[in-house]
């Protein structure tokens, strides 16, 4: 059974840091692209920075200089290192892993990691 679990969540003041953890016990960790996205209360999931299978990423505009992700495909974990968090940056985090292969995509998620920013 395919299982993602995020760590790393907490309650931190504004301007502090947090690196969050997904551990994935996924086959073939290393194919798959990974992704942390994050849903605030009244809000939809929105995705917040993306690693590929060939170490690409991207970030949302907001968290651009402020946030890194990497992953190390031996431990089969991908990270997200928060740095100068804001109030807003207050949510649930979600950890993702897609596979495509070719019009076939196989997805992911885990339960998530609640991270409180306080004023």
């Known amino acids: 059974q395919v299982q993602l679990v995020e760590s790393g969540g907490g309650l931190v003041q504004a301007g502090g840091s947090l690196r969050l953890s997904c551990l994935a016990s996924l086959s073939w960790f290393s194919r798959y692209d990974m992704g942390w996205h994050r849903q605030a209360p009244g809000k939809q999931r929105e995705l917040v920075a993306t690693i590929s299978s060939g170490g690409e990423t991207n970030f949302v505009d907001d968290v651009k200089g402020r946030f890194t992700i990497s992953r190390d495909n031996a431990k089969n974990t991908v990270y997200l290192q928060m740095n100068s968090l804001k109030p807003e940056g207050a949510a649930v985090y979600y950890c993702?892993?897609?596979?495509?292969?070719?019009?076939?995509?196989?997805?992911?998620w885990g339960q998530g990691t609640q991270v409180t920013v306080t004023s």
């Open positions: 993702n892993a897609v596979l495509v292969r070719g019009s076939v995509s196989q997805g992911y």
